[in-house]
């Protein structure tokens, strides 16, 4: 079992910057691939960044490419999401999640959740 806490959300003016942190607890952290997803109101979960288990390999949804940063530290047993040049559209509740399998966009196939933090941009 994996226990994820995600921090770091809040309120944040068009083009400000946060980074959301996620504290993992439970089985051995560096064996999950990890990823950030999203949830505005109204709309279905969608995928935001993974970073596979050893930080070597990170994708990216064409829509955060080039402004948000997914990174992690096994040592800590923390993934970060640096979110800058943000936009009214990336508010929402942002989920990590983690995978015992290889880097996935497809949020079925995580297999552990945190309960999300909210990210409100005002514009």
């Known amino acids: 079992q994996v226990q994820l806490v995600e921090s770091g959300g809040g309120l944040v003016q068009a083009g400000g910057s946060l980074r959301l942190s996620c504290a993992a607890s439970?089985?051995?952290?560096?064996?999950?691939?990890m990823g950030w997803f999203r949830q505005a109101p109204g709309k279905e979960r969608e995928f935001v960044a993974t970073?596979?288990?050893?930080?070597?390999?990170?994708y990216y949804a064409d829509s955060v490419k080039g402004r948000f940063t997914i990174s992690r530290d096994n040592t800590k047993n923390t993934v970060y999401l640096q979110m800058n040049s943000l936009k009214p559209e990336d508010t929402a509740v942002y989920y990590c999640a983690a995978d015992l399998g290889w880097v996935t966009t497809n949020p079925k196939e995580y297999d552990y959740w945190g309960q999300g933090t909210q990210v409100t941009v005002s514009s």
């Open positions: 970073i596979k288990w050893n930080g070597v390999r990170t």
């Open positions: 439970g089985r051995t952290f560096s064996s999950y691939a």
